[in-house]
C-alpha cells in the first residue's frame, strides 16, 4: 500500500519570505497522482518532506521542517501544469538568492523525487564538476541523487516482459525444428500453430516461469514465495498463456515436483553437471530490479538463490550472474560494446576471487576472452544448453541494431528457439526500449493486460523500496 503524505506527517514550518519565480512544467493525470501522493523521509539521508494539499506542493527541509519551496497545481483540458513556484528568501533559513538554481531544485525534486524519473546522471553532468559539488549535491538531495530509491523503472519491466513474451512467442512455433530446417522458410514474423499448433502470440514456460518470478517479486522478495509460484504453475495452471502447461523441460519439473514436497526452493534445482539446461537464465530477467543498489556480492547471492530453485551447478549459475550484469550495466545507459568488454575484465576477476575452479571459468571464454560478436552464425549454437543460449543471446545482441532484427536472428538459429528468442528479447527489450517492439507483435501476445499490468504492479514495488 502506497502512503500518502499529509501536512501531518512530518515538522513543518511555512516560507518566511517568499519569492515568486516563473516556471513552465507539465504533467498528465497518472503524474499527477504521483505529484499528489508526495514524499515522506524515511531517513537521515532522505532530505525532503513534500506534501500536497489544496492544489499546492510544499517543500520542506526534513531535518527542520523549513519549508523552502512551494507552487500551485493548475488544472487544465490536457492535464496539469505549474507555472510559478515561491523560493524562500530568509538568508536565516535559505542562503541561495539565485533563481535559475532554485528552478534546477524543485524541477529535479519534482521529477526524481515525486514522478521517479530518472534524471540522476542529466544533474550530475550539469552539475557536478568537482568534490565539493558532489558535497553540496548531497547536502541538498542525499539519496534522491545518489541512490536509485524512488525511480519508476515500470517502463524498463515492460520492455523486459514483453521483449521476453514476443521473442518467446516467435520462436513458439518452430520449436525443436533445426537451423538447416528453418532456413528453407525463415521466421520474418509472428505466426502461429506449428510446433505446438497454438495460435499467434503464445508464449511459453520461458515467459510463465518468468512471469511467475516478477509476480513474486511485487511482494518483498521471498525465495518460497517464488518456488511456490513456480509449483501453481506446472500444477494448477498458473500465470499460462491459454489456461494450459504445454511445455517444461526435465531439469525444470523435477525441481518444482521436489518444491511440491518441500524441499528448501535453493537446494531444489539439480547440481550436478548434466543439470545445465537454460531454465533459470531463461527466466532470470526481473530479478534485475532487486539488484539495484546492491554490492556485487549481493547480486550474486541472490541471482544463486534464484537460479537454485531449478539449477544449482555453479556454471548455471554464472550464466544468469553473466546475464543480469550486463542487463544491468543495459540500465544504467551504457553502449553494449562498452558492457562487454567491461564485463571481461568484471565477471573474470569476481570469478576468480570466489575460487571457482579455471576449469569452470575457461568454459566461458568465448564470452570473456573472445569477441563472440566476429563469429560467424556456424560457429553459434542453438541448443537448450544453458551456455550455448547465452551466448547465441549476447551473439544476437551484438551483431543485430534493433530489437526485430535480433529476436527474428536468434529464433532463426533453430532449435531451443522460443528459449533463444526469449533471452535474446529481454535484453533487446531493455536496449532499444517498448517502442521499439513491433506494435503489432505486442498486440498478438496472450494476455496482454495481465501482462501490462504485471509491470505496473512490479514497478509500483521497486519505487517504493
Not at 67 to 89: M, P, Q, T, V
Not at 420 to 425: E, L, M, R
Request: charged share 25%.
Amino acid at each position: 500500500m502506497i502512503e500518502i503524505a499529509t501536512k501531518t506527517a512530518w515538522q513543518n514550518h511555512p516560507i518566511d519570505n517568499p519569492k515568486r519565480i516563473d516556471i513552465d512544467l507539465q504533467f498528465t493525470d497518472k503524474q499527477f497522482s504521483k505529484l499528489f501522493r508526495g514524499l515522506i523521509p524515511r531517513q537521515m539521508e532522505d532530505k525532503w518532506f513534500i506534501y500536497f494539499e489544496n492544489d499546492w506542493l510544499f517543500f520542506h527541509r526534513s531535518w527542520t521542517g523549513f519549508g523552502l519551496y512551494k507552487a500551485k497545481l493548475n488544472k487544465g483540458k490536457d492535464g496539469y501544469s505549474i507555472k510559478e513556484f515561491w523560493a524562500e528568501r530568509n538568508q536565516e533559513k535559505y542562503k541561495n538568492e539565485d533563481d535559475k538554481t532554485d528552478i534546477e531544485n524543485i524541477s529535479f525534486l519534482i521529477a526524481r523525487g515525486l514522478l521517479g524519473i530518472d534524471v540522476n546522471q542529466i544533474y550530475s553532468d550539469q552539475n557536478i564538476k568537482l568534490e565539493t559539488d558532489a558535497i553540496k549535491g548531497w547536502s541538498n538531495f542525499g539519496n534522491m541523487l545518489f541512490t536509485n530509491q524512488g525511480v519508476d523503472y515500470t517502463a524498463k519491466i515492460k520492455s523486459i516482459l514483453f521483449g521476453v513474451a514476443v521473442g518467446d512467442a516467435l520462436g513458439v512455433p518452430v520449436e525443436f525444428n533445426s537451423r538447416q530446417t528453418i532456413s528453407k522458410s525463415r521466421v520474418t514474423d509472428m505466426i502461429g500453430y506449428g510446433t505446438h499448433n497454438l495460435p499467434a502470440g503464445t508464449w511459453s514456460d520461458d515467459s510463465s516461469l518468468t512471469f511467475c518470478l516478477a509476480e513474486a517479486l511485487t511482494n518483498d522478495f521471498d525465495l518460497n514465495l517464488i518456488g511456490q509460484n513456480f509449483v501453481k504453475w506446472c500444477y494448477n495452471n498458473y500465470w499460462t498463456p491459454r489456461g494450459n502447461v504445454f511445455d517444461i523441460g526435465i531439469a525444470t519439473r523435477q525441481a518444482i515436483d521436489r518444491l511440491a514436497k518441500g524441499v528448501r526452493p535453493d537446494l531444489a534445482g539439480g547440481f550436478d553437471i548434466s543439470s545445465n539446461g537454460n531454465g533459470s537464465l531463461m527466466r532470470i530477467s526481473p530479478l534485475l530490479f532487486n539488484l539495484l543498489g546492491k554490492s556485487v556480492n549481493e547480486r550474486y547471492e541472490l541471482t544463486k538463490q534464484v537460479s537454485s530453485i531449478t539449477h544449482g551447478h555453479i556454471r548455471s549459475v554464472i550464466s544468469c550472474f553473466y546475464y543480469l550484469e550486463f542487463a544491468l550495466q543495459l540500465l544504467n545507459g551504457n553502449d553494449k560494446f562498452e558492457i562487454y568488454k567491461n564485463l571481461q575484465t568484471e565477471i573474470t576477476t569476481y570469478l576468480i576471487a570466489l575460487s571457482i575452479s579455471s576449469t569452470e571459468i575457461g568454459l566461458f571464454d568465448r564470452l570473456l576472452k573472445q569477441n563472440i560478436y566476429e563469429l560467424k552464425e556456424e560457429n553459434i549454437f542453438s541448443s537448450g544448453y544453458v551456455l550455448h543460449t547465452l551466448e547465441a543471446s549476447i551473439w544476437c545482441l551484438l551483431t543485430t541494431e534493433s530489437y526485430k532484427d535480433a529476436v527474428l536472428k536468434a529464433v532463426n538459429l533453430g532449435e531451443d528457439t522460443d528459449t533463444t528468442g526469449a533471452v535474446t528479447g529481454g535484453l533487446a527489450g531493455l536496449l532499444y526500449g517498448l517502442d521499439n517492439i513491433p506494435k503489432k507483435w505486442i498486440k498478438q501476445i496472450a494476455r496482454y493486460d495481465d501482462i501490462d499490468n504485471l509491470a505496473e504492479r512490479l514497478g509500483e514495488k521497486i519505487t517504493s523500496c
